[in-house]
């Protein structure tokens, strides 16, 4: 595709990221109540958030360990919200709270790094700097792209 003499790779992860984000957004547009309450404003940037993960990983593909973990773990808590709203019927779900065995102040460095990159705990060092790397590149392009997007429907 060209424009303006400038072409634009159409296959690339910034472009495949936006169109999938973009249309997960006009989705949720359709559904938007009338007068949000805080909680509903809430559980809406909750869903942005979700979406921007969820298309981000879904952009890499399977080839990177980070985007395989993001998918499974959305998949894994979408199974488990349905089977809470089967089973709860009305009832309040419970937040469970993590418990971790060390001290964030013990960890090592490379420990800290297993914690922020998903997938990570299972990679020995060489494999975490190339997924953390990957991982950093995909974010600022996650970012890029939703600063495009306010930018452009902001005016």
Not at 28 to 46: A, F, H, L, N, Y
Request: with cysteine; hydrophobic share 35%.
């Amino acid at each position: 595709m060209a424009t303006n003499g400038v072409t634009l790779n159409t296959n690339s992860r910034k472009i495949r990221f936006a169109r999938r984000f973009i249309s997960i957004l006009l989705k949720m547009r359709k559904t938007r109540p009338c007068s949000p309450s805080i909680e509903d404003v809430r559980k809406r940037s909750q869903r942005i958030k979700i979406a921007a993960y969820s298309s981000m990983a879904h952009a890499v593909g399977p080839r990177r360990a980070w985007s395989r973990a993001v998918l499974f773990k959305l998949r894994s808590r979408a199974r488990h919200q349905s089977m809470m709203t089967r089973r709860s019927f009305g009832l309040q779900k419970k937040r469970f709270v993590k418990n971790n065995d060390i001290p964030s102040g013990q960890l090592s460095q490379a420990d800290r790094l297993r914690q922020l990159v998903p997938g990570g705990k299972a990679m020995d060092m060489s494999s975490l700097l190339e997924e953390t790397a990957d991982y950093i590149s995909c974010l600022a392009t996650q970012v890029k792209v939703m600063q495009t997007i306010a930018d452009r429907f902001s005016k």
